[in-house]
């Protein structure tokens, strides 16, 4: 059974930093494109960062272009999101997914975590 677990989330102020992760069980991990997504209450999911099956591809929202940046060990069956000067329109709970192939939308991902929730405050 594949189960994706996010943690990290938390309370902070604008301008901090925060690291989620994600770790993966009950799946070849090195096989999958990993993402991270997030969603307000009222609104659609939001695509915020993908990585390839290894490191060498990358992709970011150009909101959170040159502040986050997404990593994962795969020895370890983890994906991260560092998240830098940290804004409080980053309030989300954030979601992390497995998909074949490196996307932008919530469609070609496969399973998804329960969520951690940031909130960012001014």
């Known amino acids: 059974q594949v189960q994706l677990v996010e943690s990290g989330g938390g309370l902070v102020q604008a301008g901090d930093s925060l690291r989620l992760s994600c770790a993966a069980s009950g799946l070849t991990f090195g096989n999958w494109a990993m993402g991270w997504f997030r969603q307000v209450p009222g609104k659609e999911r939001e695509f915020v960062a993908a990585i390839s099956l290894t490191t060498s591809g990358t992709t970011y929202a150009d909101s959170v272009k040159g502040r986050f940046t997404i990593s994962r060990d795969n020895a370890k069956n983890t994906v991260y999101l560092q998240m830098n000067s940290l804004k409080p329109e980053d309030t989300a709970v954030y979601y992390c997914?497995?998909?074949?192939?490196?996307?932008?939308?919530?469609?070609?991902?496969?399973?998804w975590g329960q969520g951690t929730q940031v909130t960012v405050s001014s």
């Open positions: 997914a497995n998909g074949v192939l490196l996307a932008t939308t919530p469609r070609p991902y496969t399973k």
